[in-house]
């Protein structure tokens, strides 16, 4: 079972992926915090409104800017910063206007566009505009090479894998300028395109309404100048994904579900043929398995150590309830080991404080950082 | 969080007091199904208990069924998908596949049923994704109204939003965890979706609450007992004082939630169980109130 430093030797890229609700900014806070404590620059990037990171890293507000977090935060907790940790939250809004002045031909395109009311309403809410706009910031971090290694946060998808598909949407949405050559029915590509499209057409604008259709024609118009440098940048952030100096961790919890999640996601990864770096399994109940005796003998025992037999029948149960779960995270992270053919599950214990401070990602740090035989000791520790 | 199985739990409970209910997943992760135990329902009413009905609203398909029912002639509807403008469109439009998702729960939610054969429902439960994405989810009527200034669509968005906000007919409840992120983002999105989405939320569940099964003095004296011993009674006393820990933690961040949000908070109990099916998510059914 290695340790995040060894899966992380040698990458530029960290992409924390999972579903929501796995402790999945923790997980990526605790990393780069880590990565930076061994010496090196790295900032940390999430998209989640949601303010998790800066919460988690102690901070009041994070901007689109990377900013430098103060080593002194993290000595208070017994970790010395011999690198630097920054961290950013990704405006996905300015992103797009960054990404549409930078592609734009002239200025004249660039402000038809960002004064475009649709692309006013949507250029944040843009379904996978925010997997998109990560990538991208992601890539014009790693092009400017200010640091030694980037950690993101992938946001809370409803569908974990909504990134990975992130490109070839806008792609798509940028190839709608077709509409515009079909909203001139008398012009030579519609003669082109037959008799066909023009019935669609006239079908479609009975449906949608023939001003909506105009304006929607106009906004994907308005992009027309800047489809080949979105689908040469689209493929080079593509293909900085694929780097073999990129990793992703897939994060994930011990329950069955995102267990199953995990999996789902790795065959994904596999196939897009995605560097998958290893699996972090987070609040896990470690197992007191060498222990397990009989229940009816601990609830003696108890009882005689106690001398209250109530109080020992409750701390029997609890227990035994305990030892369920902890069972159960057993047997769903072997499941998961064997269908990834992977002994890289790092898996970090249920802490008995809820992990939403400094505090609390330097006990995560303990598990995620940990040699072999330091974790032998830890899970003896918890038993 | 446990969003799918308060979801669940709220369908069983509605279909034992004879509503006829359905659950709509928007994610097609097919976890309702999952929780019953089920094959995948796909975009299909499929009964999964007596009165409780689930289907995985899929965006292409809702998006097929309402071109029908707009054009009412299949052949035409064939015609119109088979044609490149209608695919780039579809694919580019940002938001469409939201707001025909969000189209389908209003119509499954019509006492008079667009599609044929369809049967009216008492209750429509849905799993909406998310925090994060979850509003702008909701919010995707309201955007594409005010794209489209005039028009069908812009005539069929005021009215997906009005579903949404109208109070009388459709409740909002945040399912919470208790534990201190969580507990910030829930009285986040309760701000929000009354600022960005016109909605105020009707109840906070908190879920996942751990039994208070020791006083502090009982905490005091396993821990000590836990120091001095060894094996397995070492184990079950330190399993005990952690217990007593988390759930005195828990119950800071469920004081907090109370005075975060102004929705009234319903408690959920932590099931020890290794995987939560439908009896679990019965026993949860007959919490709620």
Redo the contacts between chains.
Sequence with gaps: MPAVDEILEGKDICICAGSGGVGKTTAAAAIATGMAARGLRVCVLTIDPAKRLADSLGLRELGNEATKVDPALFERHGIEMKGELWAMMLDAKATFDELVARQAPDEESRDRVLDNRIYQQISSALAGSQEYMAMEKLFELHTEGRFDLLVLDTPPSRNALDFLDAPRRLTQFIEGRSLRVFMRPTGLAARVAGRGASVALSVLKRIVGFDLLADLAEFFGAFSGMVDGFQARAKRVNSLLADPHTCFLVVCGPQGEPIDEAVYFHRKLVEAKLPFGGVIVNKVHYPAERLRGDGADLEATLTERLDDADLARRVAENFSDYQALAERDARNIEHLATELHTKGVIRVPYLDEDVHDLGGLAEINRYLFASSEQRIEIAAGRA | ?GKTTIAVALGLRAAEEGKRTIVCE????E?AS?IFEHTEVGFHEVEMAENLWSISIDPDESMREY?LL??KVRA?RD??FR????S??A?????L??LVTIGKIWELAQLDRKVKKGRKYDLVIVDA?????GI?FL??PR?FA?????????SQAQQLDRLITDQAHTGTAIVA?P????V??SA?LEQELRSEVGVAVDRVYLNGLYPE??SRE?AA??AE?ADG?N???R???R??T??H??AR??RA?LARLRRRVEAPVKTLPFL?????GVEAAQRLARRLT
Aim: aromatic share 6%; proline share 6%.
């Design positions: 969080m928007v994610s097609s992760q976890n999952r071109v707009q054009l035409m015609m119109l044609s490149r403008i209608f780039y469109l694919a580019a439009t940002p938001g596949k939201e994704p998310a925090t994060g994405h702008g919010q995707t955007t005010s794209i489209a200034r005039v028009g069908p669509i812009h965890l534990e201190e992120m969580p910030n983002e986040a099964r020791f009982e004296r396993l007992l011993e094996g397995i009674v184990a079950a006393a399993a005990a952690s217990e820990g988390r933690s828990q961040q020890f169980e290794p995987e939560l």
